[in-house]
Structures are given as C-alpha cells and as structure tokens.
C-alpha cells in the first residue's frame, strides 16, 4: 500500500518561508519515481508547482516559482521536500505532493498517488 504523508504548511506572512515535506511509503519506491508538487486554491484547478526525480539531481518548476520554491529529496528518496521562500498572498493554496508514473510532470492524470494536502497561507 502506497502511502504519502505531507506535514509542515501554516500561516505566514507574505515575505516569510515555510517548508513542506512529503514522506512516502509502500512498493511504488521500487520504481524510483519522480515526485511532483501541486496547488489548488479555492475556486481554481490543481496546478502544477513543480517535480524532482529519484535522485534528486534534476527538478523543474512552474515558471511563478522559479527562484522561490526550492525542491529536495533524501532518505533514500523517499522524503520530499519544498521550501518555499518569498511568500505572497497569491501562493495561498492547499498543496500537494504525488507520486509521478509517466508522461510530462505538468499533467495531473501523470500522477497515481497524492497526499492528504496541506493549507499554506499568505497574508498581506
């Protein structure tokens, strides 16, 4: 059974960082997947925020959090990190890690298990 664990989130005041982690468990760590994170604030689809392989050697990132969000990996891949520096009320949002199966990194459908979600908000 595959199971992804999220923690970290809050309230933060808009400038300030929070980092996100994503422990994951089960038989899909056999794969080597790459993992992906993704936001949904209220009203609006999940969107892409960003992914990182197995290894941990290469992410790619949404372009509005490119020089902000941070991903990382360890424990022999199976713990997920996003730090998120430079917070703005707009990055309000529930966020999610999952693990990716196939095809490009932006499509939700490419990705088989997620996290239960953590609320992260921003005030002004």
């Known amino acids: 059974q595959v199971q992804l664990v999220q923690s970290g989130g809050g309230l933060v005041q808009a400038g300030n960082s929070l980092r996100l982690s994503c422990v994951i468990s089960?038989?899909?760590?056999?794969?080597?997947?790459?993992m992906g994170w993704f936001r949904q604030a209220p009203g609006k689809e999940r969107e892409y925020v960003g992914a990182i392989t197995w290894s941990g050697d290469s992410t790619d990132y949404a372009d509005f959090v490119k020089g902000r969000f941070t991903m990382s990996r360890e424990n022999a891949g199976n713990t997920v990190y996003l730090q998120m520096n430079s917070l703005k009320p707009e990055d309000t949002a529930v966020y999610y890690c999952?693990?990716?199966?196939?095809?490009?990194?932006?499509?939700?459908?490419?990705?088989?298990?997620w996290g239960q979600g953590t609320q992260v908000t921003v005030s002004s």
């Open positions: 089960g038989a899909t760590l056999y794969s080597k997947p790459a």
């Open positions: 999952a693990v990716h199966r196939l095809g490009d990194y932006l499509a939700t459908r490419n990705y088989d298990w």
